[in-house]
């Protein structure tokens, strides 16, 4: 949180004056409902509401103050831009300060939210060269969010916007994987901060459909007031395949966020293994089928083939049957 600037008056330059203090402004608004007696003047209506406008000052009073700045200069090439985190009712000072080497009295400052002006409750301030501005307000529902934008019209615009949102939601980013048969849980989680509720739906095309959370079979979801939620989805299917958006309430708006759940088959890891096994059957029988288209084709080189064996088988036979011939002269010599 950025420390708030202490603002003092700068009359020559451009822009409303600053709203009276909120004591001042209480003070007016009991004088308003509660006219004097003593004057001789009785109020000739009793406003029951008192009660609860004073109910409402007082929470306001209480509330966390969010402070945040952005400087800018002349020669800022692109706007600045601040991203502002906000999950319940708070009092908001968002203030920018220019600094500028020319006339301070020739800046014109202006503040808009979203693209609609806003004409009050901004100060505009000085110190040495650098201008201020400050935008002061309470924030209690969620039309008050968006963003708020200063600028400072000079020759040359320049422009500062604060972003207000609620938390961001963070799940899975990639797919979550399973089988079927199976159980999975699905997380959905909130930093620093506490929904008032979480629901749970699922895409069905471009429409989100809420879970039948009474199939205690199929869905449990805990965390319901916590800073998390959890959805457990049983006996899994192919048809569960799909998106699921964990969805959080808070006080000032809404955030969701998605899972992308896959379900496979258990065939589904055998593909692989099964597409080996088929190409090696197919290259078999592709050489199989050649074997065979050769042998049709040339008939008479699978004869010859087989003469050229008988041959040689012969000629070998016939070396051993003439060894012991050959010896048994020899041994009639030597007598």
């Not at 307000?137 to 000079?154: D, R, V």
């Not at 207000?164 to 959905?188: A, R």
């Amino acid at each position: 949180m950025d420390s708030p600037t202490t603002m003092r008056a700068f009359p020559g330059l451009r822009g409303p004056q600053a709203p009276p203090p909120l004591p001042l402004l209480l003070l007016y608004l009991l004088a308003a409902v509660h006219p004097s007696v003593a004057d001789g003047h009785p109020p000739a209506l009793t406003f029951t509401s008192l009660p609860v406008k004073e109910e409402m000052l007082a929470k306001y009073s209480n509330l966390s103050l969010e402070s945040h700045n952005i400087s800018l200069t002349e020669h800022s090439d692109i706007p600045a831009e601040k991203n502002i985190t906000l999950q319940s009712p708070s009092n908001v000072e968002l203030t920018c300060q220019f600094t500028t080497s020319r006339d301070l009295n020739s800046v014109r400052v202006t503040w808009k939210k979203g693209d609609d002006l806003l004409e009050n409750n901004y100060l505009i301030n000085v110190t040495g060269s650098i201008l201020y501005t400050q935008y002061m307000f309470t924030i209690i529902n969620s039309e008050q969010m968006g963003s708020y934008s200063c600028f400072f019209q000079e020759e040359k615009e320049q422009r500062g916007t604060f972003n207000l949102k609620v938390p961001e939601l963070h799940g899975k980013n990639k797919p979550l994987i399973t089988y079927v048969g199976d159980s999975t849980v699905l997380i959905c989680k909130c930093e620093k901060c506490f929904p008032l509720n979480w629901t749970w739906y699922r895409s069905n095309e471009s429409v989100q459909v809420p879970l039948d959370v009474q199939m205690k079979e199929k869905y449990v979801i805990s965390g319901r007031n916590a800073n998390e939620t959890k959805l457990k989805i049983m006996n899994l299917s192919e048809a569960d395949q799909g998106s699921y958006w964990c969805h959080a309430i808070f006080l000032l708006g809404e955030s969701e966020e998605h899972v992308e759940l896959v379900v496979l088959s258990y065939l589904v890891p055998l593909k692989p293994f099964l597409a080996i096994v088929a190409e090696v059957v197919l290259l078999v029988a592709i050489i199989l089928l050649c074997e065979m288209y050769f042998q049709k084709k040339h008939p008479d080189d699978g004869k010859e083939f087989e003469q050229i064996e008988q041959l040689r088988s012969d000629d070998s036979n016939g070396i051993e049957n003439n060894a012991p011939r050959y010896r048994k002269k020899e041994s009639v010599a030597n007598e």
